[in-house]
């Protein structure tokens, strides 16, 4: 890899502290990937990073640069494998859209509960969705609007920790299908592609439900707003489970 030495560059003591951290939370096998840097790491030991993946890019070879003092000045040591990746990035916006959607699927994979295990490996069809509370938020037009903040609880099987998720890092962690699915007492309400709806449509089955903001006097999480659905009994998908 081409290297131009960056001298002037020096990281400030709030980054260091900060991270010392961030960098401290991360698991052996843990993947950082600092968002729109293009340059992604893994923590191969308690006290280093490799550098895995970079676009071939000037600005992420500074980023990398800048990366590797910052690291070094938290204690870490820096190394560069020989089998780097180094891609060329899209040139089309959605292209690396999904590319930088699909890397950070790869870090949601390697989250870890604070006993170690992994929370990917969790019941994650079993989460709770909580309503935390409603929450002013700023528009750019200077208007405020009031959103609704929302969790996502898991358990963790190893040690029995509940973890409350943002609902965006819980998607990343479980993907959309279990994503856009509810419990509510004792139905479960299954969020329809327009596959599945023109299926249903043609084989005349008429028992889907759009979700508005609340089901008999339950808040439905903001995310299944709108969205037609499929209810099952949850005592019947038990069952069919059993069998
Ligand atoms: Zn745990």
Redesign the pocket.
Known sequence: MVKTMNEEWKPNSELIVWAKEHLSQIGIDGLWSPDGSGVQYRKVTDDTFALMFTYNHPSAIDHHQRFSLLMEAAGYNVIEGDDVQVVTPPLDASAAQEEEYRRKQEIASGWQ???G?PLANNILEDREDKFVGTEEVLLSTGDTAEIEVWSCEIT?V??D?KIDMNPDDFHLLAGDDIFMQWKCEDELFVALNRGQMKDLADAGVEDGVVLGSEVKGHKVPPWLWGCYTMPFSLEEIKKSEEE
């Open positions: 509960c604070e006993c295990y963790c190893s040690c920790k």
